[in-house]
């Protein structure tokens, strides 16, 4: 992680630099980031748990697959390239809508991230890099709001938040 490298953006999503990521997380600056939403055709969302050795928010669920484009990388490709790289997934992805939002995080850090949201269908078991998530689960949307409204701490900040506006949008 010591070499990856975030580009931090201002509110409209323009580039205004790049920074290693666990300093723009120090900092709390604002950078692009992707969530990517995987259903399978019963609609059930596929949740990766985080490797506990991550370096913040290890051990809890989330969406399929979140992380930052390189600079100059498409943000539709860096999404099918993590989605692949994080769980053996390939599948055609369409983007949905984005969103900003700042967290505080375990371990003294800041998420301030410009959030691309995507989502896919693929049906069959993912290949999970054990570097990147300890377990995964498939769940069917009313039950997973449920779950997070009753025990949100077992989910990272940006995806109850991603959720939210997804859930929401399934919706209408």
Not at 12 to 38: W, Y
Not at 118 to 136: R, S, T, W
Request: include cysteine; charged fraction near 30%.
């Amino acid at each position: 992680m010591s070499d990856d490298k975030v580009i931090l953006v201002d509110k409209n999503d323009n580039q205004v630099g790049l920074m290693p990521k666990l300093e723009a997380h120090e900092k709390g600056l604002l950078h692009r980031a992707f969530s990517v939403f995987i259903f399978n055709n019963e609609y059930k969302l596929l949740l990766q748990k985080r490797a506990t050795s991550k370096y913040h928010s290890g051990g809890l669920w989330t969406n399929t697959c979140c992380s930052h484009p390189r600079e100059g990388e498409d943000i539709s490709e860096a999404a099918n390239r993590r989605l692949f790289e994080e769980m053996g997934i390939k599948t055609s992805l369409r983007k949905v809508y984005d969103f900003i939002y700042k967290a505080e995080l375990d371990n003294g850090l800041t998420e301030n991230e410009f959030d691309h949201v995507f989502y896919g269908v693929y049906d069959k078991e993912p290949k999970i890099n054990l570097e990147e998530a300890d377990d995964y689960k498939w769940m069917d949307m009313d039950s997973l709001n449920d779950d997070i409204n009753n025990n949100g701490g077992n989910y990272t900040v940006w995806f109850k938040i991603a959720f939210e506006y997804f859930y929401n949008y399934l919706k209408k």
